[in-house]
Structures are given as C-alpha cells and as structure tokens.
C-alpha cells in the first residue's frame, strides 16, 4: 500500500516555510525522503529511522512518528532550488515504497 | 564509481514491439529496484531483486513485464509486446541491504509507445 501525502502541491514565496505530511496504513520501520526536480531522478535527503527521530539538513527536517505511522517534512525559509517534487519512502523487509508526491514551487 | 546506469535514456517503439530495457547497479550494492513513473500512478515499485534474486514482483502490471538479473552488475526489464499505456519514464535504483540505506537512482528510460 503507497503512503498517502499532504498537500500534493504546495505554492511559496522564496523564504516561506513549508509541511509535507506521509501517512501510511502500514507500520513504518523507517521512512526515507527523496527530492526529485523536473526530468531529473529522485535523489535521497534523509532517513529518518527510529519512532521520535528527528533530522536535519541544512534548512530542510523531518520527523517521524512510528506509533501514528506518520512522518514530516519541514522546509524553513525556502530557497528556489527547493522547488521539486517531494516523496517520502517507506521501507519494509528491504522493499522500498514511494508515497503519492507532493509538487513544491517556489517563486522569487 | 559511475552510479546507476540505466539504458537507453529514450525509447520510442511501435505498440506490439518487444523493449528491453537495461540496468547497472552500483558495484556492491546487493538490492536492486525497478520503478515506474506517471502522472497518473506517481512512483509505482514493479520488482526487486535481493543478491540477483527477486524477491517481489508484485506490483509487475501483467505477464507482458519481465525482469532479469543474471549477475550482480546487470538487470533487464523487457515489455512484450508493448502497449500504448506502458508510455512512462522507467528507473532502476540500487542500494546496500538494509532499511537504513539510501536507494540511489538512475537517470531513467523514458519510454513512448505509439
């Protein structure tokens, strides 16, 4: 089952900050967060791998929350290289899913 | 080392033809991942192969899809015959075993079917 992703776009401003939220109905043992800009492939952020863990990357974080099966993603202060799509991966017994995308834009 | 290599970058075929499609992995890593991408259906898992074997194809559409990987360095996907639907852009990923390891990409096959 593909993790569910909210919003599946988001719009900014340069400097504005932003939540991707990843729900998935199954337990997450770990969740990894790729960035993938048009006609590129994906390339991986981070993993976040414990219930509570938190990460950060510059000015992009994550956390993850292993009882509601959730994670996030956090963009504070946007640059215009952070326009992409996002996707959170779910990664059980070495299959490694990808949820639904979430498109980010933004402008000057 | 070169990262993933995947083979060809584009590929326009005739509905009813045979595609293969190819994949190097990075050497040492032991998972390999077959992907699809649409509009419609985002990132969609098709197989993946653990030290050459694959462990699950379950998200392979039908019989027309088949996946190989006769050794460590080398994996096919091949559509027979294609169809019009298959249109999208195919990535192959490779990566160490394990959940705490990154999943790198190739720069994808992007397929047209006409």
């Known amino acids: 089952q593909q993790p569910v992703q909210s919003p599946q776009a988001v719009i900014l401003r340069e400097g504005e900050d932003a939540v991707i939220n990843c729900s998935s109905s199954k337990a997450l043992y770990s969740v990894h967060w790729y960035r993938q800009k048009h006609g590129e492939a994906p390339v991986f952020l981070m993993i976040l791998l414990k219930g509570g863990e938190q990460k950060g990357h510059d000015k992009i974080s994550a956390s993850f929350n292993e009882k509601k099966q959730q994670s996030s993603l956090y963009l504070t202060a946007s640059q215009l290289s952070y326009s992409g799509t996002y996707f959170c991966?779910?990664?059980?017994?070495?299959?490694?899913?990808f949820g639904t995308g979430t498109r980010l834009q933004v402008f000057p | 080392d070169a990262g993933v290599i995947q083979s060809p970058r584009h590929e326009v075929t005739e509905m009813g033809q045979e595609v293969t499609l190819r994949c190097k992995p990075i050497?040492?890593?032991?998972?390999l991942f077959w992907y699809r991408q649409t509009m419609m259906r985002g990132l969609e898992l098709l197989i993946y192969f653990n030290n050459n074997v694959p462990i699950d194809d379950s998200g392979m559409p039908e019989d027309r899809f088949s996946a190989k990987m006769p050794n460590a360095s080398f994996s096919t996907l091949k559509i027979q015959p294609s169809e019009p639907r298959d249109s999208a852009v195919y990535f192959c990923?490779?990566?160490?075993?394990?959940?705490?390891?990154?999943?790198?990409f190739g720069q994808g096959t992007r397929l047209t079917v006409v």
């Open positions: 991966g779910s990664h059980t017994t070495d299959k490694l899913i």
């Open positions: 990923a490779s990566s160490l075993t394990g959940q705490n390891t990154e999943a790198f």
């Open positions: 050497s040492g890593h032991n998972s």
